[in-house]
């Protein structure tokens, strides 16, 4: 079954009414029902896409229009500028679902463009494939492949399970309470990932990485901003070019460095090995006290030295040795800077 919405039957539709914001009524809203939905796509080039799962298997598409910068419209002239100068599709055919917006002219209208946005209702069984050049992104209850990318906005993703992969350029992104694949990247912004498990790679050009409650393989990188972590199990590999690092309640193998800052590291359970590397700050270790661990720390000097069950040697520039019999190996190279060691 397919059903194909051009502009012209969309301007005939009684159930219209004229989009003042997201927050208001759509343009258009049109059922989908008994189409059997597995896949998203949807395009647009200057509005933010919404893609939300349920279990009821029905699936529903909003549309909203809005002139550029959001100000407010009347119902005849986002009619009459639709009409002119823009193509809005959608159509569902083989399991597909396709939503569709862009200029005719492949031009910027400024002031006299529009923003169309899309809000897609969807089983939760449904991979997608979206994209806008110049707005925000929000997924949330979806299992699959999930790809998306923006040029201009923030990337939204809550309760994903699968593939996911996400893209901006100019937005931050949050992802929360998803699982198994996640890639997310932005060159402009900061990241923030709360409750999330897996494969999980973060990475942000321009800003800051705040990770809460991870568990598995995480990759987190960024150039230009701050780390930040808690409770964190499984293997983290994380670093910055550009800030401090901040890690507690770790129960996990790490490998962290910083080339412009301190950094901070508390276990809960050191995992199978622990490496950092700060250029020009300091570094302060907080170690389980019970546990049994190699030690190779070095720095300009070692401060707050307390040594229980120790057998190796230290000096007031480096340790080696172990602790408890030993155990994974913990090694720490603070430069010109000093490690302060301590055990919880």
Avoid at 55 to 77: H, I
Wanted: glycine share 14%.
């Amino acid at each position: 079954m397919k059903l194909n919405l051009i502009v012209a039957a969309l301007i005939g539709q009684s159930c219209l009414v004229s989009a003042q914001s997201l927050k208001q009524e759509p343009f258009l809203t049109k059922t989908l029902s008994g189409l059997g939905i597995r896949e998203v796509f949807v395009n647009t080039s200057g509005g933010s896409i919404t893609v939300s799962g349920g279990t009821d298997g029905q699936a529903r598409v909003e549309v909203y229009v809005n002139g550029n910068n959001g100000q407010p419209l009347s119902k005849e002239e986002v009619k009459k500028r639709l009409e002119e100068s823009y193509f809005l599709e959608v159509e569902a055919h083989d399991g597909e679902l396709h939503a569709t917006a862009k200029n005719k002219r492949m031009i910027n209208w400024g002031n006299n463009g529009l923003s169309i946005s899309f809000k897609v209702y969807v089983p939760e069984k449904v991979a997608t494939n979206l994209n806008t050049s110049g707005g925000s992104i929000h997924l949330d209850h979806l299992t699959g492949t999930e790809r998306f990318t923006t040029s201009g906005g923030s990337l939204h993703a809550d309760h994903l399970t699968g593939d996911i992969k996400g893209r901006t350029s100019g937005g931050s992104i949050q992802i929360a309470d998803s699982r198994n694949n996640i890639d997310m990247e932005t060159s402009g912004g900061s990241v923030t990932a709360e409750n999330c498990s897996g494969t999980i790679r973060l990475e942000t050009s321009g800003g800051s990485l705040t990770m809460n409650n991870l568990k598995g393989a995480v990759s987190a990188h960024t150039s230009g901003g701050s780390v930040h972590g808690d409770n964190i199990a499984g293997e983290l590999i994380t670093g910055t070019s550009g800030g401090s690092i901040n890690l507690s309640n770790l129960s996990c193998a790490l490998d962290a460095s910083t080339s412009a800052g301190s950094l901070h590291a508390a276990f809960k359970e050191v995992g199978k090995y622990v490496k950092l590397d700060v250029s020009a700050g300091h570094i302060d270790l907080s170690l389980p006290a019970k546990q049994g661990l190699d030690l190779d720390l070095r720095g300009n000097r070692m401060s707050d030295l307390t040594l229980n069950n120790f057998s190796g040697e230290h000096s007031r520039d480096a340790v080696r040795g172990k602790v408890n019999g030993g155990g994974p190996l913990v090694r720490a190279d603070a430069g010109s800077g000093r490690v302060s060691l301590s055990f919880n």
